[in-house]
């Protein structure tokens, strides 16, 4: 009875810490209700508490990724979830580019490829509440929006994306220890499409340009909505299967209750 109760012990031990080792990348979110940015009919949304990766997914991970599982290689990947841009700036399928650095961010990945790497890492996609709850937070505040030094900021970033340029983690972590929500990519959210922004349509072709032109942002009354409608003009002009340069993603993982 006693080595079986020993037994029970240690394998609750070990199962801690490989939770420990899945998470030490991760950050505590505590959940709460706040009011998102959705335009004038906005109401007050509810987040649970969730972890959220500390930095965006970079090319070096979803090598390893590819390499586990070749179905999202390039040249493998089915046309149904990628388009002709899926990554692009790789050199072959298991191999990026010269001119990429693995600690960047990875970029031109699909929504679908995105998910499939979150999946597989035990986690998912945040939601379009949590990307944007964790997102209105600076340094010192977890609600920054109504400070203009935040939205300048953000704006300045908007009028010139850039990716690959830049490292994971040179812009300063925000109040709950995450980097880089803003000032390095756009990232995919799992409920990307759930929000449908009027305006012009867009065609698949340049989708780069097309998409950064804001037109849903004409009814945006200061800095803080217009660059909350610059969001949300992009993620409901976007289809699960493009690619683009700027957008990557990062995971979060459910608080089992």
Same mark, same amino acid.
């Given at each position: 009875?006693?080595?079986?109760?020993?037994?029970?012990?240690?394998?609750?031990?070990?199962?801690?810490?490989?939770?420990?080792?899945?998470?030490?990348?991760?950050?505590?979110?505590?959940?709460? =209700?706040?009011?998102?940015?959705?335009?004038?009919?906005?109401?007050?949304?509810?987040?649970?508490?969730?972890?959220?990766?500390?930095?965006?997914?970079?090319?070096?991970? %979803?090598?390893? %990724?590819?390499?586990?599982? *070749?179905?999202?290689?390039?040249?493998?990947?089915?046309?149904?979830?990628?388009?002709?841009?899926?990554?692009?700036?790789?050199?072959?399928?298991?191999?990026?580019?010269?001119?990429?650095? *693995?600690?960047?961010?990875?970029?031109?990945?699909?929504?679908?490829?995105?998910?499939?790497?979150?999946?597989?890492?035990?986690?998912?996609?945040?939601?379009?509440?949590?990307?944007?709850?964790?997102?209105?937070?600076?340094?010192?505040?977890?609600?920054?929006?109504?400070?203009?030094?935040?939205?300048?900021?953000?704006?300045?970033?908007?009028?010139?994306?850039?990716?690959?340029?830049? =490292?994971?983690?040179?812009?300063?972590?925000?109040?709950?220890?995450?980097?880089?929500?803003?000032?390095?990519?756009?990232?995919?959210?799992?409920?990307?499409?759930?929000?449908?922004?009027?305006?012009?349509?867009?065609?698949?072709?340049?989708?780069?340009?097309?998409?950064?032109?804001?037109?849903?942002?004409?009814?945006?009354?200061?800095?803080?909505?217009?660059?909350?409608?610059?969001?949300?003009?992009?993620?409901?002009?976007?289809?699960?299967?493009?690619?683009?340069?700027?957008?990557?993603? =990062?995971?979060?993982?459910?608080?089992?209750?």
């Amino acid at each position: 009875m006693k080595t079986q109760a020993f037994r029970l012990v240690f394998v609750l031990l070990v199962f801690q810490t490989m939770l420990y080792a899945q998470s030490e990348d991760m950050v505590f979110i505590k959940g709460s =209700r706040y009011l998102p940015l959705y335009g004038r009919d906005s109401t007050v949304v509810e987040v649970k508490d969730f972890e959220m990766d500390i930095y965006p997914v970079t090319n070096a991970e %979803f090598v390893d %990724f590819v390499k586990r599982y *070749p179905k999202w290689e390039k040249s493998k990947a089915l046309k149904l979830f990628t388009d002709k841009s899926y990554l692009t700036n790789w050199k072959s399928d298991q191999e990026l580019k010269a001119s990429e650095d *693995p600690n960047s961010p990875v970029t031109y990945i699909s929504w679908f490829a995105a998910k499939a790497y979150c999946e597989c890492q035990g986690k998912r996609l945040p939601t379009v509440d949590e990307w944007e709850y964790v997102a209105m937070s600076d340094e010192t505040t977890k609600d920054a929006r109504v400070k203009a030094s935040y939205n300048e900021q953000i704006l300045a970033w908007y009028e010139a994306p850039r990716s690959n340029e830049n =490292r994971i983690g040179e812009n300063a972590k925000n109040v709950w220890g995450v980097h880089d929500l803003h000032g390095l990519v756009w990232e995919w959210t799992l409920d990307f499409n759930s929000v449908l922004i009027t305006g012009e349509s867009r065609k698949d072709v340049d989708k780069d340009s097309n998409l950064f032109c804001g037109s849903a942002s004409v009814n945006a009354t200061d800095l803080m909505n217009y660059a909350a409608f610059m969001r949300y003009a992009i993620r409901g002009s976007l289809k699960a299967k493009y690619a683009m340069k700027n957008l990557g993603f =990062r995971c979060v993982k459910d608080i089992n209750q």
